[in-house]
């Protein structure tokens, strides 16, 4: 009878530490099997355009992983490089003026080319902030994420009902990638001190990842500070 208890405390103790090696594999494992896709993707796409005297592959027993996706990197760089000055702004004008007299590659072109240099242009000020939203009902709220505020019409119109109104986004948890651009009164939205990647990992994991409040994780860093002087 005393044999139970024992079994039993080894058998959890064997199936926490396989929950502990899936916590630590998963992610790892997950992340690897992305990259290596995302590379083999680029590479399916550029090695046929490379000239079969500067493909590597042609030379050695074995196909070299991630030199498309380094050509295509050099390239996009060179290309940058030649529209930074006069003559290839010149180029580019000269073929956006050809995109933009085709009806339907004009909006998708002018739409993607906005989309790409909002991101790119202001990537720190994205989503510098994250506040709490009184939605999709009363008494339920929701994480959102403040985006840099820019006054548009939406804003003037809104301002005789609402006063002051901000954009924020509201993401769908897993996938924090797509949900609602909502406008809200700035008064309704509740700023937190919580990290936009803090908030990310607390909706991907649906809520299972939860950071420290920033004012224990503050709390935590004085005492630390106050022993160091102690024993100092």
């Known amino acids: 009878m005393s044999d139970a208890p024992?079994?039993?405390s080894g058998m959890t103790r064997l199936r926490n530490y396989f929950?502990?090696?899936?916590?630590?594999?998963?992610?790892?494992?997950?992340?690897?099997?992305?990259?290596?896709?995302?590379?083999?993707?680029?590479?399916?796409?550029?090695?046929?355009?490379?000239?079969?005297?500067?493909?590597?592959?042609?030379?050695?027993?074995?196909?070299?992983?991630?030199?498309?996706?380094?050509v295509a990197l050099f390239l996009i760089t060179l290309v940058g490089f030649m529209t930074a000055n006069i003559i290839g702004r010149s180029i580019v004008q000269f073929g956006e003026r050809l995109l933009n007299r085709m009806?339907?590659?004009?909006?998708?072109?002018?739409?993607l080319k906005q989309i790409f240099e909002t991101i790119l242009a202001n990537r720190s000020e994205?989503?510098?902030k994250v506040g709490l939203f009184e939605y999709p009902r009363r008494g339920a709220w929701s994480i959102v994420f403040i985006a840099k505020q820019q006054e548009t019409e939406i804003n003037h119109a809104l301002a005789p009902r609402h006063g002051r109104?901000?954009?924020?986004?509201?993401?769908?948890?897993?996938?924090?990638?797509?949900?609602?651009?909502?406008?809200?009164?700035?008064?309704?939205?509740?700023?937190?001190?919580?990290?936009?990647?803090?908030?990310?990992?607390?909706?991907?994991?649906?809520?299972?990842?939860?950071?420290?409040?920033?004012?224990?994780?503050?709390?935590?860093?004085?005492?630390?500070?106050?022993?160091?002087?102690?024993?100092?």
């Open 126 to 128: 994205l989503f510098n």
């Open 103 to 111: 009806p339907l590659v004009r909006t998708i072109y002018s739409g």
């Open 165 to 232: 109104t901000i954009a924020v986004f509201r993401p769908i948890s897993p996938n924090v990638t797509t949900g609602y651009l909502l406008y809200a009164p700035e008064e309704d939205v509740i700023p937190l001190d919580m990290s936009v990647e803090d908030a990310a990992k607390l909706l991907i994991s649906g809520g299972l990842v939860a950071p420290e409040p920033q004012a224990k994780i503050t709390s935590l860093a004085e005492e630390a500070m106050a022993k160091r002087k102690r024993g100092s």
């Open 6 to 8: 024992t079994s039993l």
């Open 19 to 70: 929950l502990t090696g899936v916590v630590v594999c998963a992610p790892l494992a997950i992340t690897a099997y992305l990259a290596w896709t995302f590379i083999q993707w680029v590479d399916s796409w550029v090695k046929p355009y490379i000239p079969s005297r500067y493909n590597p592959d042609n030379y050695l027993p074995f196909a070299v992983p991630g030199f498309g996706l380094i």
